[in-house]
Every structure is written in structure tokens, then in C-alpha cells.
């Protein structure tokens, strides 16, 4: 989960970086070139990274927790509380994800229009 959410980190800060060279070529109203045309394809294998990410946590939080037949009262609690915890976390991740890949796509579309 750590390495997740550290490579979806590194995404997100790739995908600023990406977008503001894209405005600033959108900006200045040049044709694509060479470089913009390989940061379009990156950014396609960061969207589909980013797709994996966010089925694999979707798998996660759609597991059913586990059976906590055989475990004492006082740990019960204690292992539910922690499984919660880990269950909200990896929904907000998942919206996060979620809200990026829409972020993504717009981007997406950005840059197709702006090859055309």
C-alpha cells in the first residue's frame, strides 16, 4: 500500500510537470513537436498506470474482511478498529485515484485537441 501510494505520489507530480509544459505550448498556440508528441505518449502510459492503481485498490476494498472467528474479545475490537482504519484509507486512496484519472483524461483531451 506504501509503494502505492508512494508511485501514485511520483504520478501526480509528473503529471503537474507535463501539464504545464502542455498549457504553456497551448499558450503560445505552436504546433506540436517532437518532445510534446513523446509526453503525449508517457502520458497515455501514466493513464494506464494509473488505471492499474486504481482497479488493484478497488480490488482491495472490495475483498470481505476476514473471519475473526477464534480471536478474543479485547483483540477483536482492536484488529476491527485497525481494519476500518485500512478500509478508509484505501477508499479515500481509491477516490484520489479516481479523481486523477478524470484529471488525466481532460489532460488527454488537451493534448489531442491541441495535435489537431
Partial sequence: LKAMKNTHTYMQRRLL??????????CMNLPLQE??????RR????????????????DISSQSPPSLDGVEMPDRQALKEV??????????LSHVVESD????????QQVAAASH
Fill in 83 to 92: 481494519l476500518e482504519g485500512q478500509r478508509e484509507g484505501l477508499l479515500q
Fill in 35 to 40: 518532445q510534446e508528441i513523446e509526453l503525449a
Fill in 43 to 58: 502520458l497515455q502510459v501514466m493513464l494506464q498506470q494509473l488505471e492499474q492503481h486504481s482497479s488493484s485498490l478497488r
Fill in 17 to 26: 510537470h507535463i501539464m504545464h509544459k502542455v498549457e504553456i505550448a497551448r
Fill in 101 to 108: 484519472t478524470r484529471d488525466l483524461n481532460l489532460v488527454k
